[in-house]
């Protein structure tokens, strides 16, 4: 893979992880203590972080290095058939205050899943 293949692998890694975490970009610069500009070429795929940057990600997003680096999408075929509902199962399962134990088959429909989360938001208080 050459480097701006990686690049670009890595910016649609993190812009997921953003999207599906609600995080702005001036968010992230402001956790990691780096310019926007420099999150913003990470999310153009420009240029890619120092591995302590990455690692900061993960820490933030409760995710595995491997999440932002490799191509997930292209190791066989989803687990979920619908994207949205794939990025809310993601969610739930990537923020501890939102993981419960229920049965995520093939057949569980975005609405369920968003259901689920809005039932912990209103037991928490979140709303």
Same mark, same amino acid.
């Given at each position: 893979?050459?480097? %701006?293949?990686?690049?670009?692998?890595?910016?649609?890694? /993190?812009?997921? &992880?953003?999207? !599906?975490?609600?995080? +702005? %970009? /001036?968010?992230?610069? =402001?956790? /990691?203590?780096?310019? +926007?500009?420099?999150?913003?070429?990470?999310? @153009?795929?420009?240029? +890619?972080?120092?591995?302590? $940057?990455?690692?900061?990600?993960? #820490? &933030?997003?409760?995710?595995?290095?491997?999440?932002?680096?490799?191509? #997930?999408?292209?190791?066989?075929?989803?687990?979920?058939?619908?994207?949205?509902?794939?990025?809310?199962?993601?969610?739930?399962?990537? =923020?501890?205050?939102? $993981?419960?134990?229920?049965?995520?088959?093939? =057949?569980?429909?975005?609405?369920? !899943? %968003?259901?689920? $989360?809005?039932?912990?938001? @209103? !037991?928490? =208080?979140?709303?």
């Amino acid at each position: 893979m050459s480097e %701006q293949e990686f690049n670009t692998l890595f910016a649609k890694n /993190l812009n997921h &992880y953003l999207h !599906i975490n609600g995080i +702005t %970009q /001036l968010d992230l610069a =402001n956790r /990691l203590g780096v310019s +926007t500009s420099a999150v913003s070429a990470w999310c @153009r795929g420009a240029k +890619t972080p120092r591995m302590d $940057k990455v690692d900061a990600m993960c #820490k &933030y997003f409760r995710i595995k290095r491997s999440d932002l680096m490799e191509d #997930k999408e292209n190791k066989g075929s989803s687990y979920y058939l619908d994207d949205e509902t794939r990025d809310l199962a993601e969610f739930l399962y990537t =923020n501890p205050e939102y $993981k419960v134990l229920f049965d995520a088959t093939r =057949n569980v429909k975005k609405d369920d !899943i %968003q259901f689920v $989360k809005e039932m912990i938001d @209103r !037991i928490s =208080n979140k709303e």
